[in-house]
């Protein structure tokens, strides 16, 4: 059972970026999965969460107008579409599992993925 977080980057401000969660050894689509991030020196705080019926979420109003979430079910796969990335979105981002309903907490969620970096700079 694993979550596979990717497509984090540097990116200027303005720009975008969309990450992956790609699960592998269970089926996502049964499952919430919500992002998190943690900036530096800051504690890990909920972003937005997906349901598994792709009712969306947000946990996190400064997102709000610039993040969307999708899911494939297809490919087992979550994605995280930032546009209009400021500085303040800078931060190491995790997708995870939830088996129940979205929550804004992380207890509430099972499997993690190991973190993809967002550097938002000029």
């Known amino acids: 059972v694993q979550l596979q977080a990717s497509g984090g980057g540097l990116v200027q401000p303005g720009g975008s970026l969309r990450l992956s969660c790609a699960a592998s050894g269970f089926s996502l689509g049964y499952f919430a999965v919500g992002w998190f991030r943690q900036a530096p020196g800051k504690e890990r705080e909920g972003v937005l969460c997906i349901s598994s019926t792709r009712g969306t979420t947000y946990y996190e109003d400064s997102v709000k107008g610039r993040f969307t979430m999708s899911r494939d079910n297809a490919k087992n796969t979550v994605y995280l579409q930032m546009d209009s990335l400021k500085p303040e979105d800078t931060a190491v981002y995790y997708c995870?599992?939830?088996?129940?309903?979205?929550?804004?907490?992380?207890?509430?969620?099972?499997?993690w993925g190991q973190g993809t970096l967002v550097t938002v700079s000029s």
């Open positions: 995870a599992t939830n088996p129940s309903i979205c929550s804004g907490d992380s207890d509430h969620y099972t499997y």
